[in-house]
């Protein structure tokens, strides 16, 4: 089959518009023996049937074994330096109890930016050592309420900060070991290592004003310094960027006297939202980064650190799949430079509120018919949601069978991460319940909200009619 002229370069019209991409959708998803898309061993339909539409499904097995395999690949590129690592789950990505639970049961710790997401991790039973908590304001209730249960790690962002948390410590009559946020500027998602060190954004401190900060939480009484911290973007592919953010943030320790017990290179590793996507494999980013590490410690001749990490999306993406089901389908025709071309429109029952990162950031994503498998031909589709917005946006192109019809439910791959953890209530939509799905069982880990939630939020009813 030809390309359609509206299609993207990157995307090649499929041999088959009913086959999964091995990158891109769970491992072991598949179509069951009637055409139906099995996830976690259970069928979309079942799924829908069962859950309504639209349903967030997170692959439990799927979700364990990357936090798992993520976890053996930098011990062993950290063991075969003679150094440990420490690998936090960024909750920011998608955080529940449930969630916190397999992410701990797995031997991750948890990284957390906010009270509530805080909150989340110490109901999973996470021990308070084992959490970061970032953020470039975070209050002094937050800043107390982390002190007091005792996270592991708060990493200072501005100089406000070194005063404030010195000040809740000491109220405390606690010590709080602390990492320093260091904007190292790589930004490896534009491949743009900016040769600047006066960056215009609000994360970190420079390279020049960090040691500055380390002398100040030295002098404090009640701060420990534990380490420097950068972060340098987020869906980042290669190694390149986190080689040279990591380099940089050496040249710091050995300015300040080598002596840093715990170097954490953030998170941001990218995966395939699309076949035209190449994900790099965890251990190829593990040893390429722990060998700059090694190398820059061995020529500048300060003790390897600790070295840790905070992956998200690379962990919980590729693990969720959402279900929606097709409400219409229209065909638009659309003027190019060659002519005129159809464009199929497929609305779906949900959209930007369940997944708002297409209108955020044109983010790409891939679909399939999971009702059924297809004997008709690619044709190229825009899966659109519910919303009173053009930018309503599910999947901007992707080739399903031409008789994609009402009825139909259509999955989209690789919606684990950021897109329940920022899905919102436009248009008065209830945000969908996460089912997680292992071994041929569903179970709801997040519930899904209802009507009458929405309603019991708004002040405006009667205290009678508020009450129900
Ligand atoms: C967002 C964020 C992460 C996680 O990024 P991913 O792209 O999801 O891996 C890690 N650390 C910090 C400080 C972050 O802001």
């Known amino acids: 089959m030809s390309a359609s002229p509206l299609a993207p370069g990157w995307l090649v019209p499929p041999a088959d518009p009913n086959a999964l991409a091995p990158a891109v959708w769970p491992e072991g998803a598949h179509r069951d023996e009637s055409g139906v898309v099995a996830i976690g061993g259970v069928g979309a339909t079942a799924l829908a049937e069962r859950f309504g539409t639209p349903v967030m499904v997170l692959d439990e097995g799927v979700a364990r074994a990357r936090a798992a395999r993520t976890r053996t690949a930098f011990e062993s590129a950290a063991a075969r330096h003679g150094t440990g690592v420490r690998i936090y789950y960024a909750g920011k990505a998608f955080l529940s109890v449930e969630v916190a639970r397999w992410m701990r049961q797995e ?3 948890i990284d957390v930016s906010t009270l509530g997401e805080l909150e989340v991790a110490l109901a999973a039973d996470v021990p308070a ?3 970061g908590f970032h953020g470039n304001n975070k209050s002094v209730t937050e800043i107390e309420r982390a002190v007091e249960v005792g996270v592991g790690s708060i990493i200072i962002d501005s100089e406000i900060e070194v005063e404030r948390l010195a000040a809740v410590a000491a109220r405390q009559g606690r010590t709080q070991r602390v990492l320093i946020r260091v904007n190292t500027g790589v930004h490896a998602e534009t491949h743009d290592f900016l040769a600047t060190a006066h960056e215009d954004q609000k994360f970190g401190f420079s390279l020049g004003q960090a040691p500055h900060i380390v002398a100040r ?6 701060l420990e310094l534990e380490g420097l911290h950068c972060h340098i973007g987020s869906q980042i592919f290669g190694t390149d960027g986190f080689r040279e953010s990591a380099a940089r943030l050496l040249q710091v ?4 006297g080598g002596d840093v017990p715990v170097l ?6 990218g995966i395939a939202y699309t076949s035209a996507d190449r994900a790099t494999p965890i251990e190829e980013l593990a040893d390429g980064i722990l060998d700059v590490v090694a190398a820059e410690c061995a020529a500048r001749g300060i003790p390897l650190p600790v070295v840790a990490f905070e992956p998200g999306r690379s962990i919980i993406g590729p693990a969720g799949v959402t ?8 065909d638009v025709t659309v003027d190019t430079e060659q002519g005129t071309a159809n464009r199929r429109y497929v609305s779906v029952d949900g959209g930007m509120s369940d997944n708002p990162r297409p209108a955020l950031y044109d983010a790409q994503y891939s679909a399939r018919i999971a009702s059924r498998a297809s004997s008709d031909a690619p044709e190229l589709v825009r899966v659109v949601g519910k ?4 930018g309503d946006i599910v999947v901007d192109a992707e080739y399903l069978p031409a008789d994609v019809a009402p009825g139909d439910l259509v999955a989209v791959a690789a919606t684990g991460a950021y897109c329940h953890a920022l899905s919102s209530n436009y248009n008065h939509v209830p945000r969908p319940p996460v089912v997680a799905v292992r071994d041929g069982a569903a179970r709801v880990i997040v519930r899904g909200e209802s009507i009458a ?5 708004d002040a405006g009813l009667a205290p009678s009619r508020g009450d129900e």
Do not use: M, P
């Not at 939630?453 to 939020?457: E, F, G, I, P, V």
């Open 264 to 269: 954490n290179l953030g998170g941001g590793f």
């Open 217 to 222: 939480v030295r002098e404090a009484d009640h």
């Open 129 to 131: 050592a084992l959490l």
């Open 323 to 330: 279900l929606y089901e097709v409400g219409t389908v229209k």
């Open 387 to 390: 919303h009173c917005e053009s």
């Open 453 to 457: 939630d929405l309603l019991a939020r």
């Open 253 to 256: 320790v050995a300015q300040i």
């Open 107 to 109: 031997g991750l710790r």
